[in-house]
């Protein structure tokens, strides 16, 4: 099926050809055409699936065709919750705009960098910008653009983007845009923040559910290996060896994790590097542009980081350390198995997280069969169960300490009550 039959203009499908965009996906053919259509979309976007052409493919296509009122006022805003991600969208888009006659400008806005480029590159209006509600929010009190004119918003990754403390920071947004617009909410999964959100924002909404976790599955062996803690970097250099795997990302739960690990695996020899976020924005577009190139063949990162990476039939996802919530793990296995390719996703269970290992399976109804690698058998037994809580299915998986986000929070619920 081309894109021209899903609705869009000759120039956005010729765009669309020529940046390798040779048939619709899935979540293409059913979101397409109901974006065009003006209203609200609610979509269920597993990553790999393609959903960043699925909205931005529409949204050039009706800046194209709807002319501008005031030249230059920003009329569609894409909201992200990592700096990958808004690279990755804004990457997207110039790839497009390269074979579209008419002028499109973009301007891609994060944090971790000096705001004074972004404010100058801002001069003079934008048709679509791309940002992570802090920088936003930043550049607006700067007065550096308004949302006014915005005739849609979409928020990718909403469920990240609430499960990383955003709320507020969307209120304020939303706060400031026009009452009547098109809302495009992309979610690999709908928690009960997103559905709240969604019956507060969304006027009959078309509501796409794809069996594209489903699918996606399919295409991604998950593992999970009992191993005692101690014993994981070892396991981790067997398999790697073992299997060949020209590149491997590995998931950690911290950024001295992400440091102490990579220094470990290169020592040992191996290609590896950290990839977290206090590493400079500079040093982060370097490591993701030397693992697409292949120059790494290790790359250790942190959820926090790990939006957006997006690597070409990347063979392996490790979870040295299980993510915090049912939701992660599905952004982590997604980043293997893209675009219609095999991957296998392994986790590595010792006897303190297997309890977390079983929420995490509960949620995605699906039992992993746990095995053992000859010479990395655990030693250890597994603890007393503790009491789980996850009520929303978005957190409980990080450990028995609570995280200083959780801390702060019940300390204003606290202040709140007493007030």
Same mark, same amino acid.
């Given at each position: #099926?081309?894109?021209?039959?899903?609705?869009?203009?000759? !120039?956005?499908?010729?765009?669309?050809?020529?940046?390798?965009?040779?048939?619709?996906?899935?979540?293409?053919?059913?979101?397409?055409?109901?974006?065009? %259509?003006?209203?609200?979309?609610?979509?269920?976007?597993?990553?790999?699936?393609?959903?960043?052409?699925?909205?931005?493919?529409?949204?050039?296509?009706?800046?194209?065709?709807?002319?501008?009122? #005031?030249?230059?006022?920003?009329?569609?805003?894409?909201?992200?919750?990592?700096?990958?991600?808004?690279?990755?969208?804004?990457?997207?888009?110039?790839? $497009?705009?390269?074979?579209?006659?008419?002028?499109? %400008?973009?301007?891609?806005?994060?944090?971790?960098?000096?705001?004074?480029?972004? #404010? $100058?590159?801002?001069?003079?209006?934008?048709?679509?910008?791309?940002?992570?509600?802090?920088?936003?929010?930043?550049?607006?009190?700067?007065?550096?653009?308004? $949302?006014?004119?915005?005739?849609?918003?979409?928020?990718?990754?909403?469920?990240?983007?609430?499960?990383?403390?955003?709320?507020?920071?969307?209120?304020?947004?939303? *706060?400031?845009?026009? *009452?009547?617009?098109?809302?495009?909410?992309? =979610?690999?999964?709908?928690?009960?923040?997103?559905? /709240?959100?969604?019956?507060? #924002?969304?006027?009959?909404?078309?509501?796409?559910?794809?069996? =594209?976790?489903?699918?996606?599955?399919?295409?991604?062996?998950?593992?999970?290996?009992?191993?005692?803690?101690?014993?994981?970097?070892?396991?981790? %250099?067997?398999?790697?060896?073992?299997?060949?795997?020209?590149?491997?990302?590995?998931?950690?739960?911290?950024?001295?994790?992400?440091?102490?690990?990579?220094?470990?695996?290169?020592?040992?020899?191996?290609?590896?590097?950290?990839?977290?976020?206090?590493? =400079?924005?500079?040093?982060?577009?370097?490591?993701?542009?030397?693992? %697409?190139?292949?120059?790494?063949?290790?790359?250790? !990162?942190?959820?926090?980081?790990?939006?957006?990476?997006?690597?070409?039939?990347?063979?392996?996802?490790?979870?040295?350390?299980?993510?915090?919530?049912?939701?992660?793990?599905?952004?982590?296995?997604?980043?293997?198995?893209?675009?219609?390719?095999?991957?296998? !996703?392994?986790?590595?269970?010792?006897?303190?997280?297997? /309890?977390?290992?079983? $929420?995490?399976?509960?949620?995605?109804?699906?039992?992993?069969?746990?095995?053992?690698?000859?010479?990395?058998?655990?030693?250890?037994?597994?603890?007393?169960?503790?009491?789980?809580?996850?009520?929303?299915?978005?957190?409980?998986?990080?450990?028995?300490?609570?995280?200083?986000?959780?801390?702060?929070?019940?300390?204003?619920?606290?202040?709140?009550?007493?007030?």
């Amino acid at each position: #099926m081309p894109f021209a039959s899903l609705g869009l203009s000759p !120039a956005i499908a010729h765009a669309a050809r020529e940046s390798g965009f040779l048939t619709p996906t899935p979540i293409q053919s059913a979101a397409i055409p109901a974006i065009l %259509k003006g209203g609200d979309v609610l979509a269920s976007a597993q990553t790999g699936s393609g959903k960043t052409a699925a909205f931005v493919l529409p949204l050039l296509h009706q800046l194209l065709t709807t002319p501008a009122t #005031m030249p230059r006022r920003v009329r569609a805003l894409v909201l992200v919750p990592t700096r990958e991600l808004a690279a990755q969208v804004g990457e997207t888009l110039r790839a $497009l705009c390269e074979f579209i006659d008419t002028p499109v %400008k973009t301007v891609i806005a994060f944090g971790g960098i000096s705001i004074n480029p972004q #404010m $100058l590159r801002l001069r003079g209006g934008a048709d679509i910008v791309v940002a992570t509600p802090g920088r936003l929010l930043d550049l607006l009190d700067h007065n550096a653009l308004s $949302l006014s004119d915005v005739s849609t918003l979409v928020l990718d990754e909403a469920d990240r983007l609430l499960d990383l403390g955003f709320a507020d920071e969307l209120n304020r947004i939303i *706060a400031l845009l026009p *009452a009547h617009k098109q809302n495009l909410f992309f =979610s690999a999964t709908f928690p009960a923040q997103v559905e /709240a959100l969604a019956q507060t #924002m969304l006027q009959q909404p078309a509501r796409i559910e794809l069996p =594209s976790q489903q699918a996606n599955a399919a295409l991604i062996e998950q593992r999970a290996i009992e191993v005692d803690s101690n014993k994981r970097t070892a396991l981790l %250099k067997h398999l790697v060896q073992q299997h060949r795997w020209p590149q491997v990302l590995v998931f950690v739960a911290t950024k001295n994790a992400a440091e102490n690990l990579a220094d470990k695996l290169y020592r040992a020899g191996l290609n590896a590097t950290p990839f977290h976020g206090e590493l =400079s924005q500079g040093r982060r577009e370097q490591v993701l542009a030397d693992f %697409k190139a292949a120059r790494w063949q290790i790359v250790i !990162a942190t959820d926090v980081a790990a939006r957006g990476i997006d690597i070409a039939q990347l063979p392996a996802v490790v979870n040295y350390d299980l993510p915090r919530s049912p939701v992660d793990y599905v952004h982590r296995i997604g980043r293997t198995g893209r675009a219609g390719e095999t991957g296998v !996703a392994i986790s590595f269970i010792s006897a303190a997280t297997e /309890a977390h290992f079983r $929420l995490i399976e509960n949620r995605q109804q699906r039992r992993v069969p746990r095995e053992r690698i000859d010479g990395f058998e655990p030693l250890e037994t597994a603890a007393p169960a503790a009491t789980l809580t996850d009520p929303d299915g978005t957190g409980g998986i990080k450990g028995k300490r609570k995280s200083k986000k959780d801390k702060l929070r019940e300390a204003a619920a606290r202040d709140g009550e007493q007030s």
